[in-house]
């Protein structure tokens, strides 16, 4: 089991950056691949960024390549994104997630998921 709990949301205006954390319990924590995915009012979760295991490989959504950033540290059980030069269209909430296996872009291969962390970026 893994719980997620996410943080560092909150209001700022276009341009600005914002730093979400998301802290995990569990035993585990080191076993599974990590993402983050965001859902704005009337539009589905989409896929954000991802992290494996040890960091090797990262991913990102053409939308926020090389604005934002994800990183984790295992002896924290933590995951982090680095959100800069953010847009109005940023606006959502926020979703930290774990899974051991699949397709990181796709919420449904995801095992747990946090409660999420609302960001509004103003304009």
């Known amino acids: 089991q893994v719980q997620l709990v996410e943080s560092g949301g909150g209001l700022v205006q276009a341009g600005g950056s914002l730093r979400l954390s998301c802290a995990a319990s569990?035993?585990?924590?080191?076993?599974?691949?990590l993402g983050w995915f965001r859902q704005a009012p009337g539009k589905e979760r989409e896929f954000v960024a991802a992290i494996s295991v040890r960091s090797i490989l990262t991913y990102y959504a053409d939308s926020v390549k090389g604005r934002f950033t994800i990183s984790r540290d295992n002896a924290k059980n933590t995951v982090y994104l680095q959100m800069n030069s953010l847009k109005p269209e940023d606006t959502a909430v926020y979703y930290c997630?774990?899974?051991?296996?699949?397709?990181?872009?796709?919420?449904?291969?995801?095992?747990?998921w946090g409660q999420g962390t609302q960001v509004t970026v103003s304009s």
């Open positions: 997630a774990a899974t051991n296996g699949g397709d990181v872009f796709r919420p449904l291969q995801y095992n747990y």
């Open positions: 569990g035993r585990t924590f080191n076993n599974y691949r």
